[in-house]
Structure formats: C-alpha cells, structure tokens
C-alpha cells in the first residue's frame, strides 16, 4: 500500500479539516477559506488523494450534516427536493425510488453497494465528470441546484450549473446544499453502456423522461460532450412527428430516426474508456431504446432484489 | 493538524490518531496506525472491495474514507466481528464451503456478507450477487463463496426456527 506520508512533502503536512455538523458550520469554513476542497462521501476525492493527483491544504468534511441528507416532496408544487448528501442507496429504494424513478434507475448503476453507501448528487454536480451517472436525469428533468454561502443563496438551472469537463459555476464560498427537480407523470429511464455490465463508469449514457401531461419528451446524453447535454434538436423533431399527450405512439422506424438525431448531437471524443465512433451509436442506440420503452410503458423492473 | 489529535472508534474502542497527516484514508490508518491489518487495501479507489468495513451501520470502502472524517462514526472492521476468538457464522460458513482460496478478497467479503446478514436475514440468490458485487474476488469464481453465504443464512434460519 502506497505510504500517504512519504508521498507528501512537508508543506502539504499541515491539513486543516473541518467536521462541519450543520450547513452553516461548513460555509463559515468555506467563507474563511474558498479554497478548501468539499468532502461528502469521499469518493471522488479520496481517488485523487490516494494517488496524489492533488494537493489539498484544507478539507471542509460534510459527512456529519444530517441538513444535507434530507428529501422531501411538496405535493402542491409537484416537486422532489433532494438534500445534496443523500446517498445513491437512498434513491434506489423505496420510498424515494418512486418520485424519480430515472434518478433510480441512475443510481443503481453507480458502482457498488459501497460506492453507492457514499456518493451523493452533492458530490456528482460538485466534481461535475462529463460521466457522472447522475448528470443526465438531472439534466433531463431540468433541476434546479441550490447553492448557498454565508452571503446568500441562489438557484441555478443544472443546464448553467455545469460548464465544462469538471468545471461548474460553485464558487469556493458556496455549497450544493440540494437539487429540486419536479414530479412527472409518465415513463422515465436512464440508460447507459461501459464496458462490462455493472461497476463500470459510462462510455455513453442517456436518460428520458417523458412528460404524458405536458406532451413532452426530454433526453440528456452524457459522456459525450464536456458537459451533459440535452439532445434539443431531437426532442423538437420528435414532438412535430407525433403527439407527446398520453402514451405516444412511436413505430420502430421513429424510434430509429430520434435515436440519429440524438446521436448527431453529441460530441464525443476518442480516450481511455471508448472511441467517438462507437459512442455516437451507442448513443444512437440508448436514445432508441429509451423511447421505444416509454411507448411501451416498460419500466424495468427490479427484477426480484427487494432493498 | 500534525500537533493535534483525532479519536476514531473502532470496533468499540476508542484510538487516538497522533501525528498523523489528515488526508490519510481509514484503510491506511486501520492497517499502519491502529496495529489492525485485517481490512485489505488493493485498488485504492473502491472498485475492489477488499476494504470493506461497516461505518454507522453502511458497508463503505474504507480506502475512500478520509479518516480524520470518520471522528464519532462507529467503526466495525474484520477484527471486530468474532466473540472471543470464535470464528463467527459467516467466517465458519466461508471454511466449510471452500470459500477461501489466496485470502485476500475474505475479508472484504467476510463483513460485506454480515451486512447483508444482519439487514436481510434471507436473502434471494439475486440479493447476495447483489450484495457482494463489490467485492472482487480473482481466485474462486464466486461459486464457492455463494454457497457459503447461503450456508450462512440457512443455519441462521434453522436456529431461528
């Protein structure tokens, strides 16, 4: 095992952490010192330490904020606000596993129980990967990310929230303390391909929500682009082929046609974990997969693991 | 925070980590500080499992634990998991069912599996895949490892009934 203290030089010795237990104990660290890196499960950050990718000089730790790990749901608003540390275990199960099921379906496939013990939305939005298995329904649902600091707080529009490959628009003082994103009546799903079937991260990745009431169909592509993308052109084709309200009716050869529309939105790059080539038509692919399931209202099932 | 101190609890008793640099995992701390070697590290990065502990309760990774993090949390390791040098259930179960091979992966499994356990005293085959899914094991092909954990939960269904 890799010695943390003969790989760190005597400058990095001193490391202030703060066990902040309260959201207002974080800021009043984050405020003293922006620069401090935001710790929730630790399993983005932890990756880069234990490798020495970065050196860190203070921590603010919100493992202890129970303020971050609550959810609730404001049945006159229709929607679901979810704190920014509640764990990826939390979203896969009941009760919360019903108000979004594609933030379900999402969560199961983040890594392994123990992984999923410890990630967060928090900590996906805050590392802000192009692959984070989070980004996508959220980007689907059009969440809106509250962030605070001692200063004030604001809502920003996930779509602004991220701007580049692990670049987002928190400042140092501030803190993802929750994302709201509203209840939909009708099918969602979150779909993606790595290269193996479970504890992989993304090569591609998508998820759909469809809006029955509104007569609307949402896609987010993730991996594909530096940041998350919506496939806007493909949504708009869609809607003017057919009609959205109830379950829609798509043919196979439409399904194909939205799933090259998609595919034709992204823009993927070639690297470690797959090619632009072979991303663009799994792209394609998902994206036809995932329709031709909300017409045929197949949810998947959980197939036998009660949580 | 060289000068200072933080206090982890660790299979119920309380250690004093003095000197140390506050970005060290918990697997690191476990094994090179805390004298408790039992929690492998391998990947480093929590794809392997082999450093599985319980942490309030949760079955984490303990390479992704900051451990100056992990103040006030109850800690429950390998270590903490047999009554007076007895093997328990499950450590039994991995003997009788040939689920040991190098050893390395054991532990990791070893606690995975008493979470599992304990929330879920009769899991479907399904739920145990699913529950140790994050503990790789390169020897065994899983086969034997299975049926030790279903030996596991059948006896405690027998000595429940």
Known sequence: MRSPIGDHSSEHWHMSITNATTIDEALAALAVNPKARVIQGGTDLMVEVNFNRTTIDSVVSLRRVAELRRWHVDDDAHTLRIGAGVPYAEMERPPLCDHAPALAEAARTVGSPQIRAAGSLGGNLGTCSPAGDGLPVLSALDAVVHLRSQSGSRDVSVHDFMVGVKRNVRRGDELIVAVTVPLVTGFQGYAKVGTRNAMVISAASACLVHDAVAGTVRLALGAVAPTVVRARGAEAWLASQTSLVGTPMVSEALAREFGARAAAECSPIDDHRSTAEYRRHAISVLAQRLLLRAATGSATALRGIRQ | ?161
């Open chain 2, 1 to 161: 925070m060289s000068n200072e101190f933080y206090r982890l609890r660790v299979n119920g008793v309380d250690h004093d980590v003095r000197d140390a640099w506050a970005g060290e995992s918990l697997l690191y701390v476990l094994r090179e500080r805390l004298g408790l070697p039992g929690t492998k590290g391998a990947c480093e990065q929590g794809e392997c499992g082999s450093c599985t502990v319980i942490m309030d309760g949760e079955a984490v990774c303990s390479c992704l634990v900051m451990a100056a993090t992990a103040v006030e949390a109850d800690i429950v390791t390998v270590e903490g998991l047999a009554v007076d040098g007895e093997p328990t259930d499950v450590q039994q179960s991995f003997v009788d069912a040939g689920g040991v091979q190098c050893g390395f992966c054991t532990p990791g499994l070893i606690v995975a599996v008493h979470h599992l356990l304990d929330r879920n005293p009769s899991p479907s085959d399904l739920e145990i895949k699913e529950a140790i899914s994050g503990n790789i094991c390169r020897c065994t092909g899983y086969g034997r490892i299975f049926e030790a954990v279903r030996q596991a939960r059948d006896a405690r269904a027998a000595n429940k009934g």
